[in-house]
Nanobody, 124 residues
Framework: QLFESGGELVQTGGSLRLSCAVS????????MAWFRQAPGKEREFIAA????????YYGDSVKGRFTISRNNAENMVYLQMNSLQPEDTATYYC???????????????????WGQGTLVTVSS
């Protein structure tokens, strides 16, 4: 199970850190990712961190502003979000997959485990 937290209302230019608590599986053995979905839009890939090597990958819209990390000892995954803009407003989802195939890392269909989401609202 995945459980996200940390979403809230923040002003433009502000920062937030989202957390994803993982149970039933260790984060060190799964590729973990963050996606987001705004009303009326498709779910968008934000970031992923692979189980092997821990290399991170980012969507173009958040490169240089967001950072994904994990704490294997605490079985947690984080998304640090800086320089937030109104277009970052969305529900953010934590996801996990045990396949970790690089070519599919940004695809919604590659992930079999999802959290319930946490809402981030950026006011202008």
């Amino acid at each position: 199970q995945l459980f996200e937290s940390g979403g809230e209302l923040v002003q433009t230019g502000g920062s937030l850190r989202l957390s994803c608590a993982v149970s039933g599986r260790t984060v060190s053995t799964a590729t973990m990712a963050w996606f987001r979905q705004a009303p009326g839009k498709e779910r968008e890939f934000i970031a992923a961190i692979r189980s092997s090597g821990g290399r991170a990958y980012y969507g173009d819209s958040v490169k240089g502003r967001f950072t994904i990390s994990r704490n294997n000892a605490e079985n947690m995954v984080y998304l640090q979000m800086n320089s937030l803009q109104p277009e970052d407003t969305a529900t953010y989802y934590c996801a996990a997959t045990t396949t970790g195939i690089l070519s599919t890392i940004a695809r919604v269909s590659a992930y079999g485990y999802w959290g319930q989401g946490t809402l981030v609202t950026v006011s202008s």
